[in-house]
Nanobody
Framework: QVQLVESGGGLVQAGGSLRLSCAAS????????MSWFRQAPGKEREFVGH???????YYGDSVKGRFTISRDNAQNTVYLQMNSLKPEDTAVYYC???????????????WGQGTQVTVSS
């Protein structure tokens, strides 16, 4: 079973950038597809993107072209680079681990506690 801890959230102005990290422990990191989701107040958790074991990525429409997911298997860490941030990107960001690529929450049984990202206008 893998444990996940996110970091790197904070307050940033619109148009700015932020990089989130998610450190994994407790199991073999390369076994997992890693994903990012986010949840804004009063809204459902939304798929941001995922990265396969070999580095293939897929993104939700709302972040495509602005966000980039990468992973460092030697460091057991996945990253979310967020550029051109907008106020509507404000949310708690979660990383999650699963066995296959998907945009569905149900495919990811392991979750971090989340990190807050706030984008001011």
């Amino acid at each position: 079973q893998v444990q996940l801890v996110e970091s790197g959230g904070g307050l940033v102005q619109a148009g700015g950038s932020l990089r989130l990290s998610c450190a994994a422990s407790g199991d073999t990191f390369i076994r997992y597809v890693m994903s990012w989701f986010r949840q804004a107040p009063g809204k459902e958790r939304e798929f941001v993107g995922h990265i396969s074991r070999t580095g293939n990525t897929y993104y939700g429409d709302s972040v495509k072209g602005r966000f980039t997911i990468s992973r460092d298997n030697a460091q057991n860490t996945v990253y979310l680079q967020m550029n051109s941030l907008k106020p509507e990107d404000t949310a708690v960001y979660y990383c999650a681990a699963g066995s296959r690529p998907s945009s569905s929450l149900d495919e990811f049984p392991y979750w971090g506690q989340g990190t807050q990202v706030t984008v001011s206008s």
